[in-house]
């Protein structure tokens, strides 16, 4: 069957300085002879004329030349659609790129593109919003709002964030509820994420599947900041997938599990991020694998 690709460009992911990524697939797509639309992504990030536009004009590939936050836009009305969703990662953290194997040069990322060799992955829901990749709350949630405040953008502004926040951010009381077990913690930050990447090609862990139908999720208690540092430090480099949760873990300054679902009460509102973006947080959620949601192109 001939491909037929609609790619959208954030102009202002990572840098900004995506112009020639624009002109990077042009020559590409003339010269491996397929059929091509480029489009801005929409500021308003509203994107459900998609489907019908997909149906309409018979496209089989939708390309996000983005971050997280562009993907997750987009993604979100492809759920049942006989399309394939490829990335060009130009955002901060590309999370969901660096765990599909997809490089962040642009153009091994079209050539992994051009070659089409796609698979299922798993995506979630957090009180029914779409997630890619990964929500968190606490101390990542708030430097993902005040990095959407800055006038840049790209990786240097998000750790000049990252390093304010963390000698700032509170801590918050939440109660986790997997299955039977309730879990009431003061955490630093959760993160619930899809797979084994946080973003950056910092992976919490390593065993950890984009398509194995469960969320990884990461509970980090805010003690002394050099403890706490170690501890997470100590579960990137050794992080190894516990069987339960509960009692026995109660202790540790990081705590580590994988569920297909869940729940989190957030009674003092601490913030909330999807996909690295700022969006209102709530006192509760409710949390649940989509299994098979994309068809990802990736790495043969």
């Given at each position: 069957?001939?491909?037929?690709?609609?790619?959208f460009?954030?102009?202002?992911?990572?840098n900004?300085?995506n112009?020639?990524?624009?002109?990077?697939?042009?020559?590409?797509?003339?010269?491996?002879k397929?059929?091509?639309?480029?489009?801005d992504?929409?500021k308003?990030?509203?994107?459900d004329?998609?489907?019908?536009?997909?149906?309409?004009?018979?496209?089989?590939?939708?390309?996000?030349?983005g971050g997280?936050g562009?993907?997750?836009?987009?993604?979100a009305f492809?759920?049942?659609?006989p399309?394939q969703?490829?990335?060009?990662?130009?955002?901060?953290?590309?999370?969901?790129?660096?765990?599909a194997?997809?490089?962040r040069?642009p153009q091994?990322a079209?050539?992994?593109?051009?070659?089409?060799?796609?698979?299922?992955?798993?995506?979630?829901?957090?009180?029914?919003r779409?997630s890619?990749?990964?929500c968190?709350?606490?101390?990542?949630a708030q430097?993902?709002h005040?990095?959407?405040?800055?006038s840049?953008?790209?990786l240097?502004?998000?750790?000049?964030?990252?390093?304010?926040?963390?000698?700032?951010?509170?801590d918050?009381?939440?109660t986790?509820?997997?299955?039977?077990?309730?879990?009431?913690?003061?955490?630093?930050?959760?993160?619930i994420?899809?797979?084994n990447?946080?973003?950056n090609r910092?992976?919490?862990?390593?065993?950890?599947s984009l398509s194995?139908?469960?969320?990884?999720?990461?509970?980090?208690?805010?003690?002394?900041r050099?403890?706490?540092?170690?501890s997470?430090?100590?579960?990137?480099?050794y992080?190894?997938?516990?069987?339960?949760?509960?009692?026995?873990?109660?202790?540790?300054q990081?705590?580590?599990?994988?569920?297909?679902?869940?729940?989190?009460k957030?009674?003092e509102?601490a913030p909330?991020h999807?996909?690295?973006e700022?969006?209102?947080?709530e006192?509760?959620?409710?949390?649940h694998?989509?299994?098979?949601?994309?068809?990802?192109?990736?790495p043969?």
């Amino acid at each position: 069957m001939s491909r037929k690709l609609l790619f959208f460009i954030n102009p202002i992911s990572g840098n900004g300085k995506n112009a020639s990524v624009a002109a990077l697939i042009h020559k590409n797509m003339q010269s491996a002879k397929l059929d091509y639309v480029i489009q801005d992504t929409r500021k308003d990030g509203r994107y459900d004329f998609l489907p019908e536009l997909i149906r309409a004009e018979g496209f089989t590939d939708v390309i996000v030349c983005g971050g997280d936050g562009s993907i997750n836009q987009v993604g979100a009305f492809l759920l049942d659609l006989p399309v394939q969703i490829g990335i060009i990662p130009l955002g901060s953290g590309n999370g969901l790129a660096l765990a599909a194997g997809i490089s962040r040069k642009p153009q091994k990322a079209l050539d992994i593109i051009i070659a089409g060799h796609a698979s299922r992955i798993d995506a979630f829901r957090i009180n029914g919003r779409f997630s890619c990749m990964l929500c968190g709350l606490g101390f990542d949630a708030q430097v993902a709002h005040d990095f959407a405040k800055q006038s840049t953008r790209g990786l240097s502004t998000y750790v000049i964030q990252t390093i304010r926040n963390f000698f700032k951010s509170p801590d918050y009381p939440f109660t986790v509820i997997v299955g039977n077990t309730h879990i009431q913690t003061r955490a630093f930050f959760i993160s619930i994420a899809n797979s084994n990447q946080f973003g950056n090609r910092v992976t919490i862990a390593p065993k950890a599947s984009l398509s194995d139908g469960l969320l990884d999720v990461v509970m980090v208690k805010k003690t002394n900041r050099f403890l706490m540092v170690f501890s997470l430090l100590r579960q990137i480099r050794y992080g190894r997938l516990q069987e339960t949760i509960g009692d026995e873990y109660s202790k540790k300054q990081v705590q580590y599990f994988q569920s297909s679902e869940l729940e989190i009460k957030n009674p003092e509102l601490a913030p909330l991020h999807i996909d690295g973006e700022a969006v209102p947080t709530e006192s509760s959620f409710s949390i649940h694998v989509i299994p098979s949601a994309l068809n990802l192109i990736r790495p043969a």
